[in-house]
């Protein structure tokens, strides 16, 4: 478990008198006063910069982890960690012919060409590496392996008690080589000498992010003002910007109506920080989506929108229904999420109805005895809701679906059979997979020269063009794993 | 009763309803100073969890009185242990924010929060 003692935390407060200068221009090394001293600074605190520093910290460098919100850990303590890892030890137990080639292929399907190899291969050939160094740290994997969707074999391993639980045991581990955390800490600038090298940042102690503001980087300015020096390198490990409605609206209009089920920290500004000095923004349209419930099983059911109208053929997979909901809902001008219904056949055919089952118990499903229960808890109009309902059974007994459906793969299910069940059907931007552009060992490259900007490095969802048009499940983890465990290499080469 | 009306209203009117006191804190008779240490109102400055803790003891503690909700405690949960600050859900001069509501549909295990 963390321990509260473990973080270095100043008076607490949020007062505030003289307005601080974001943005004024200070990052010229020269003249500052530094507060702080550490071999490497790590920005952030998930699984990419946990997995670099506690390599660091066992290789005796000093480092100072900071972290913007009260909460460790990002959106990696929200993770299930499902950890794809090729030739693991689960995989040779189990006698799985698994390789290089294979699990490229797999990956070069998601990305659709968008994928650099070079970083697709770096995922795959470190992977199990990576894995065994969590495994010394303590970390902790179930005795199984998941075969899950998009793989072309079982490969993925199962974090024992998910994202918090390898958080707490990585954090564990790093504080008693001797790393130190301050949480509610904020970067806001990073600091480079006038030879361009990145010397430090500077940062905001006893930050408090304000969920109610419409963009917390630009218009929170609590906490005190510091500067910290790096010695050797500074490493932003700051995730994705899934929850910056703005940036991602920017980035991508079709974005603006997503859900996301991500830290409330998710925003944009580490990666603003970046670009500032000279990161080469890249792939930052794309966006990767989950939806609540198995979206194989939608064939069985039906969608509709607000007003009770069906818009779209419910077999596909969660990227292209995201993308079709989103459209619609533009085209409705509506930010109410469609509702998705099955009659009590569509939901006995399910591919693992105690699964369903146990979205009713968390009450994020819904039954109801009768239609008009359904209609009025959605607040849909009946009569509208129930001619849609009898259109598609019409279209099932014609054999002839509206939206094209393939009514051959619906085993028999039906739209008349209550009781009924549904829920809301939101496109969830879990992950954004753009960032900024790293080479192989994870050293940002400067958009003038592409050459390496010295002294800074990016690591995990922060980095951009790593996965391509469609991030494979259960591959981000190998991705902040081996890119943390990189970084931190070639920091040591250095030493 | 008149007491705690006179509290009610000297709570009130002495920073306006912008920082009003929750119920359950007006029945135990908390006043401002009993939080803020500040000699001067002015120089008021938001607490941290300790301040809450003072009175309420630590966090293992209250998560413990919430043991019975087992995997879904949210003094204790599988994300953050009993980690987070108190305000990061609690407030006390606005109303209170379900963090885990974010993400999960909340209703089904827990109350509303104070
Ligand atoms: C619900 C959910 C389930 C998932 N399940 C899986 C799964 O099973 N398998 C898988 O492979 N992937 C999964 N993912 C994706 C994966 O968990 C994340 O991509 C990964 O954890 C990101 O780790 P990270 O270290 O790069 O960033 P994060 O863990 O997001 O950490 C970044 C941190 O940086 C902080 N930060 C940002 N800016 C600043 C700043 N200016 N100053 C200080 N700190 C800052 C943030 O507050 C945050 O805490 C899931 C994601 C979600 C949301």
Redesign the interface.
């Known amino acids: 478990m963390l321990s509260r003692r473990n973080f270095i935390k100043g008076v607490a407060g949020v007062g505030l008198s003289a307005p601080l200068a974001l943005n004024a221009n200070d990052n010229l090394g020269k003249d500052i006063k530094f507060d702080e001293i550490a071999d490497v600074i790590i920005i952030g605190s998930g699984v990419s910069a946990h997995i670099c520093a506690a390599y660091l910290v066992k290789n005796k460098i000093d480092v100072l982890m900071i972290e913007k919100m009260d909460r460790i850990g990002g959106n990696s303590v929200l993770s299930q960690q499902d950890f794809a890892v090729l030739n693991s030890d689960l995989q040779i137990k189990a006698g799985i012919k698994d390789s290089e080639e294979l699990f490229l292929n797999d990956l070069n399907k998601a990305g659709a060409g968008y994928n650099h190899l070079e970083h697709s291969l770096r995922i795959i050939r470190n992977s199990n590496e990576a894995y065994e160094f969590a495994k010394s740290c303590g970390v902790k994997y179930a005795d199984k392996l998941k075969f899950l969707g998009g793989h072309s074999v079982a490969r993925s391993v199962e974090t024992i008690g998910g994202g918090g639980a390898c958080i707490s045991t990585l954090n564990e581990f790093f504080i008693k080589h001797n790393g130190k955390i301050k949480n509610e800490t904020k970067c806001d600038e990073i600091i480079q000498d006038e030879s361009g090298k990145i010397i430090g940042v500077s940062v905001r102690e006893n930050y408090r992010f304000n969920r109610n503001l419409a963009n917390d980087d630009r218009e929170n300015l609590s906490g005190d003002k510091k500067h910290y020096k790096a010695r050797l390198a500074v490493v932003f490990a700051t995730g994705g910007f899934s929850r910056d409605i703005e940036f991602r609206s920017i980035v991508n209009p079709r974005l603006r109506l997503a859900k996301s089920p991500s830290s409330l920290g998710q925003t944009a500004g580490a990666l603003k920080q970046m670009l500032k000095v000279g990161a080469i923004p890249t792939q930052l349209a794309l966006s990767r989506f989950s939806f609540g419930i198995p979206t194989e099983d939608l064939i069985y059911g039906i969608m509709v929108d607000c007003n009770a109208k069906r818009f779209l053929n419910e077999d596909g997979d969660r990227q292209g229904l995201s993308n079709k909901i989103l459209a619609h809902m533009e085209k409705i001008n509506t930010t109410i999420y469609p509702i998705i219904i099955f009659d009590s056949i569509g939901f006995a055919n399910s591919h693992d109805p105690n699964r369903m089952q146990s979205f009713i118990t968390a009450g994020k499903m819904k039954k109801f005895d009768s239609l008009s229960d359904l209609a009025n808890n959605f607040k849909l109009n009946e009569n509208d809701l129930s001619k849609t309902m009898q259109d598609y059974e019409t279209g099932i007994s014609n054999n002839k679906d509206e939206f094209k459906k393939d009514l051959s793969k619906i085993k028999n299910s039906s739209m008349s059979k209550a009781p009924f069940y549904a829920m809301t059907a939101a496109p969830g931007l879990s992950y954004t997979p753009g960032g900024v552009y790293a080479d192989i060992n994870m050293r940002v490259l400067n958009i003038s020269n592409y050459e390496p900007i010295k002294g800074l490095y990016a690591i995990g969802e922060a980095t951009g063009g790593v996965h391509g048009q469609s991030r494979l499940t259960s591959c981000s983890i190998p991705d902040c794993m081996t890119s943390g465990i990189a970084c931190a290499k070639d920091i040591l080469k250095g030493v | 009763m008149q007491k705690l009306l006179m509290i009610l209203i000297l709570s009130i009117f002495a920073l306006g309803n912008e920082f009003a006191i929750k119920p359950h804190h007006v029945d135990v008779k908390l006043k401002c100073t009993d939080c803020h240490k500040e000699a001067n109102e002015k ?1 008021y ?6 301040s809450c803790l003072s009175c309420h003891g630590s ?1 293992e503690k209250l998560a413990k009185r919430l043991d019975f909700l087992k995997g879904k405690n949210p003094h204790n ?9 108190c ?2 859900c609690h407030n006390e001069h606005k109303p209170s ?1 379900n ?1 885990c509501n ?4 909340t ?2 295990w827990m109350k509303e929060i104070k």
């Not at chain 2, 400055?45 to 300790?50: I, M, R, T, Y």
């Not at chain 2, 949960?77 to 600050?85: P, R, T």
């Not at chain 2, 974010?102 to 549909?105: E, I």
């Open positions: 120089d400055k938001a607490l941290d969890s300790n966090k949960s599988i994300h953050d242990n009993a980690n987070l600050n305000y990061t924010f963090m974010t993400c999960h549909n209703k089904t």
